[in-house]
Nanobody, 121 residues
Framework: QVQLVESGGGLVQPGGSLRLSCAAS????????MGWYRQAPGKERELVAT???????NYANSVKGRFTISRDNAKNTVYLQMNNLKPEDTAVYYC???????????????WGQGTQVTVSS
């Protein structure tokens, strides 16, 4: 069974930085797109950034120039470097990945459990 485990969340002051990690484990045959979403209290979950298997990236306008998504395919891990954080970045951040399990024959989407990011002075 495939699992995604996030780490790296926490409390940071405005203008600070955090780096989130998400490691996929289990009977993995291949990983296609990976990404990060976030959900603030009372709001819908929204896309933050995605990265394709060959490295093409996509960002929400609200984080462009401040956040950087990257991946280490050897480690089945995706990262989100978040700089110049703002209070409006406060949310639970979720990892998302399109993964094909060994012998499954097709890929499906998986979600991590989420990690809290709080930006406050």
């Amino acid at each position: 069974q495939v699992q995604l485990v996030e780490s790296g969340g926490g409390l940071v002051q405005p203008g600070g930085s955090l780096r989130l990690s998400c490691a996929a484990s289990g009977r993995i045959f291949s990983i296609n797109a990976m990404g990060w979403y976030r959900q603030a209290p009372g709001k819908e979950r929204e896309l933050v950034a995605t990265i394709a298997s060959r490295g093409i990236t996509n960002y929400a306008n609200s984080v462009k120039g401040r956040f950087t998504i990257s991946r280490d395919n050897a480690k089945n891990t995706v990262y989100l470097q978040m700089n110049n954080l703002k209070p409006e970045d406060t949310a639970v951040y979720y990892c998302n990945a399109n993964i094909e399990e060994i012998a499954a024959g097709r890929a499906r989407w998986y979600w991590g459990q989420g990690t809290q990011v709080t930006v406050s002075s």
